[in-house]
């Protein structure tokens, strides 16, 4: 029996797989750290009121279907309420036509 050539059969298999694997984790693990360094950026810019919705942009009729479209504004706006409420807080947007 040699074991020799299984050994290192396994060895070269893993060699292969770590020079494919190690550059790629590698790869995603820099492009989340660099996500994560832009977000207080985009936090601190972020504004609801400033927001697009599909349904605002197709003029609340599906474009496939034709049928209407509930406002998703509407909702996002019912949820934070809902949500300001729950910690004693008020929300107001800023935009009063909803």
Known sequence: LDLGAGKAGSVAILVILGSVLIPLVAHTCLQHVRDLEKLP?????????????????????????????TCDRKLVYRALE????????????KDKTL
Not at 44 to 65: L, M, Q, W
Request: glycine share 4%.
């Open 41 to 69: 950026d985009q936090l601190a810019e972020f504004s609801v009121e400033k927001s697009r919705c599909y349904c605002c942009d197709h003029g609340h009729i599906d474009p496939n279907t034709y049928e209407f479209m």
């Open 82 to 93: 809902d949500w300001y409420k729950k910690r004693g807080q008020n929300y107001q947007p």
